[in-house]
């Protein structure tokens, strides 16, 4: 079920304009991952994926890639 969950995070980062006008979705995957919420130890990737998505933190002014204003 994370995936209707990653896609409107997706949307939201687009709409919000933080990455700029026309980010690419390499772009939005790098912010969605640098902002998600680590879950279990380290290495537990292929078990927990990415981590929690955060949408909030995803759509916050500044951080990782966010376009210059």
Wanted: charged letters at 15%.
């Amino acid at each position: 079920m994370a995936a209707p969950h990653v896609t409107a995070s997706a949307a939201l980062v687009i709409a919000s304009r933080v990455l700029g006008r026309h980010p690419t979705p390499a772009q939005i995957v790098a912010r969605l991952r640098a902002t998600a919420r680590k879950l279990g130890g380290g290495g537990d990737e292929g078990l927990y994926g990415a981590g929690l998505v955060n949408a909030a933190a995803a759509t916050a002014p500044g951080g990782p890639g966010a376009a210059a204003k």
